[in-house]
């Protein structure tokens, strides 16, 4: 168990408890992935509210797959597995990706649909899954909430035979670049109670009460974009359920599956 990180977790659940009753924390030094290991549970039965951190994950995913690597001290990776009953599941990564944002510093900004940009530059990604009976619309689904943030700004050397950028080579933003001295092991308390707090929020409220936050944090407002498809066109912000709106050819177009993804031109 990694002492750094675990030093935290009396705080965080004597922080957390009140609102979720039951919940624990879990710190690990090294695991494949954390939202994989809860998935692993929530396929086999209901999930209790819990907080899995790892200070390394050897096989961590991203959206559509895509592999996320941490090593120990540079980054802060933890998955929040809970079961809600939204009255939409629409627009939760955003409202995710809103309040990380908001704690980390003010220049964080959010790339749709779950990204978290610094000075033009990926500083993290949030992955959301759920898990229950696929006829079960109306009642509680587990959902797993992961979370990989760069810490310490990614040495070049460490980008040889990584994924590729989808910022186009560009390397990635760490958050030491603007909070000199900043750990893992601060930033997670920081974090996790108001997270937990504004997904219960969510839960009850849905996306609408977060629209007006998220439009002062979006990394993509009013820029050219292309679209998986090959169109391009101007973001013109989200819709209340969280849809990104494009203007495409005078048109505004709603972008709200989970296979699109958008690029800045």
């Known amino acids: 168990m990694s002492a750094s990180l675990a030093g935290g977790a009396e705080a965080i659940w004597q922080a957390v408890v009140p609102d979720l009753p039951g919940f624990t924390v879990e710190v690990l ?3 494949d992935s954390t939202n994989t290991e809860l998935m692993r549970r929530a396929r086999t ?3 209790d509210p819990v907080l899995l951190v790892a200070e390394r994950q050897t096989a961590g995913r991203g959206r559509l797959g895509r592999g996320w690597h941490s090593r120990p001290g540079q980054s802060l990776t933890f998955s929040l597995g809970l079961s809600l009953a939204p009255r939409s599941w629409s627009g939760l990564s ?4 809103l309040v990380l944002a908001e704690q980390l510093h003010p220049d964080v900004r959010i790339k749709w649909p779950n990204d978290l940009w610094l000075m033009g530059r990926k500083l993290g990604g949030i992955l ?3 898990a229950g009976q696929a006829d079960d619309r109306e009642g509680p689904r587990s959902v797993v909430i992961g979370a990989g943030i760069n810490v310490a700004r990614p040495a070049e ?3 040889a035979g990584a994924p590729a950028s989808p910022m186009g080579g560009v390397p990635p933003a760490g958050l030491a670049e603007v909070e000199v001295g900043v750990t893992p092991a601060e930033l997670l308390p ?3 109670p108001p997270l937990v707090r504004e997904v219960l929020r969510f839960a009850s409220e849905g996306f609408a009460p977060f629209a007006a936050r998220y439009a002062a944090r979006d990394a993509l407002k009013d ?4 679209l ?7 973001a013109c912000g989200v819709a209340e359920d969280g849809a990104l709106l494009v203007r495409v050819n005078g048109q505004l177009r709603r972008v709200d599956s989970a296979e699109v993804s958008v690029r800045p031109c």
């Open 29 to 31: 030094e090294e695991i």
């Open 45 to 47: 039965a209901p999930l």
């Open 94 to 97: 955003l409202a995710v990706g």
């Open 128 to 130: 959301v899954e759920t």
């Open 157 to 159: 050397s460490a980008l």
């Open 190 to 192: 920081r974090l996790v």
């Open 223 to 226: 820029r050219e974009l292309r």
């Open 228 to 234: 998986s498809d090959g169109s391009t066109g101007s």
